[in-house]
C-alpha cells in the first residue's frame, strides 16, 4: 500500500481489512462501493489527500451531481458510509496495531426464535457453492461474468416483473467499477 492518503490507498485498505478479517467482508464491500461513488465525482486532478479533504464539500458535489441517480436515503447512506470509511482508515493509518472495528452484535444461530415467516427449499451444492436456503416461489440462478467467473444469484421471485428486473439491473451498475 501506498503511503499518500489518497482514496486509492484508502479502498487498498478496505480489501485488506475485509482479506485479513480486521473487519466483515461485506461492510468492507459496501464502504468501498461507497466510496467509489462518492469519490468518483472527483476529476484527476483533485486527488486528495484524505487528512485534510473537505469531505464535507466533496459529498455535497456527489448528492448535487447524482440526485437523479439515487434516491434521497441512498445519497444520504453513501454519505455517511463514506465518512466511516475515511474515519476507519485514518484511523488505522494512525495507529495498525490498535484497530479494530465495531460490529453489531449478533445473536448466535442457535439461539434465535424460528421464523415462521415463509417455508424454504435447500438448493443442492456445487463444487463452488454450498446449499443454499431458498423461500418457495423463489429460485437460483448462475450467470458468467467472464471467465472463472461466475455470479450466482439467489432468492429471485418467480414473478419478477420488469420493474423489479430494472431495479436490480440498476443496482449491480452501481457496484460496478470504471477503469
Request: proline share 11%.
Given at each position: 500500500m501506498a503511503n499518500d492518503y489518497s482514496v486509492a490507498d484508502m479502498l487498498e485498505f478496505l480489501a485488506h481489512a475485509s482479506q485479513r478479517g480486521l473487519m466483515p467482508a461485506a461492510t468492507a464491500q459496501a464502504l468501498a462501493v461507497a466510496c467509489r461513488n462518492v469519490f468518483g465525482i472527483l476529476g484527476e486532478d483533485e486527488v486528495t489527500d484524505l487528512r485534510t479533504a473537505d469531505l464535507d464539500g466533496i459529498i455535497q458535489r456527489f448528492t448535487n451531481k447524482r440526485a437523479k441517480e439515487f434516491n434521497p436515503t441512498s445519497l444520504k447512506e453513501y454519505a455517511r458510509?463514506?465518512?466511516?470509511?475515511?474515519?476507519?482508515?485514518?484511523?488505522?493509518?494512525?495507529?495498525?496495531?490498535?484497530?479494530?472495528?465495531?460490529?453489531?452484535?449478533?445473536?448466535?444461530?442457535?439461539?434465535?426464535p424460528k421464523s415462521s415467516s415463509q417455508p424454504t427449499r435447500t438448493v443442492e451444492a456445487d463444487v463452488d457453492h454450498p446449499p443454499t436456503?431458498?423461500?418457495?416461489?423463489?429460485?437460483q440462478s448462475a450467470?458468467?461474468?467472464?471467465?472463472?467467473?461466475?455470479?450466482?444469484?439467489?432468492?429471485?421471485?418467480?414473478?419478477l416483473s420488469k420493474a423489479e428486473a430494472e431495479r436490480l439491473a440498476n443496482f449491480i451498475r452501481m457496484l460496478s467499477v470504471e477503469k
Open positions: 458510509r463514506a465518512r466511516r470509511a475515511v474515519d476507519l482508515y485514518l484511523q488505522w493509518r494512525g495507529n495498525p496495531a490498535d484497530f479494530s472495528v465495531k460490529t453489531r452484535a449478533t445473536t448466535p444461530k442457535k439461539d434465535r436456503q431458498i423461500p418457495f416461489g423463489g429460485y450467470f458468467p461474468v467472464r471467465p472463472g467467473r461466475i455470479v450466482t444469484i439467489s432468492n429471485l421471485p418467480e414473478d
